[in-house]
Nanobody, 115 residues
Framework: VQLVESGGGAVQAGRSLKLSCETS????????MGWYRQSPLKEREAVSI???????WYADSVKGHFAISQDNSKNSIYLEIVSLRNEDTGVYYC??????????WGQGTQVTVSA
């Protein structure tokens, strides 16, 4: 199972960034997809999930600041982060929760926000 993230990098505070995650058509259609973040010295946490009905869930800390979306034609989900803040620094992982009980992870993409 492959989930391939891209779009991370070193970005100035206040700018925006869009992360991408591409996977197989099976994973994209069958599994619940979402984004997680591991900030320095913190545990990995869910930041945004696309529910099976297509509606988004956001952690309270990122509401109004992150936007999750999908492109069915590309088997991809995206995470747009607007007005980047220092606390957005971390490794962002794409994940798929699947009906077989397995959870699959991408390799992660680093986002570093500088002043």
């Amino acid at each position: 199972v492959q989930l391939v993230e891209s779009g991370g990098g070193a970005v100035q505070a206040g700018r925006s960034l869009k992360l991408s995650c591409e996977t197989s058509i099976y994973i994209f259609r069958a599994c619940t997809m979402g984004w997680y973040r591991q900030s320095p010295l913190k545990e990995r946490e869910a930041v945004s999930i696309l529910r099976p009905d297509g509606t988004p869930w956001y952690a309270d800390s990122v509401k109004g600041h992150f936007a999750i979306s999908q492109d069915n034609s590309k088997n991809s989900i995206y995470l747009e982060i607007v007005s980047l803040r220092n606390e957005d620094t971390g490794v962002y992982y794409c994940a798929a929760d699947c009906p077989d009980g397995m959870k699959y992870w991408g390799q992660g993409t680093q986002v570093t926000v500088s002043a």
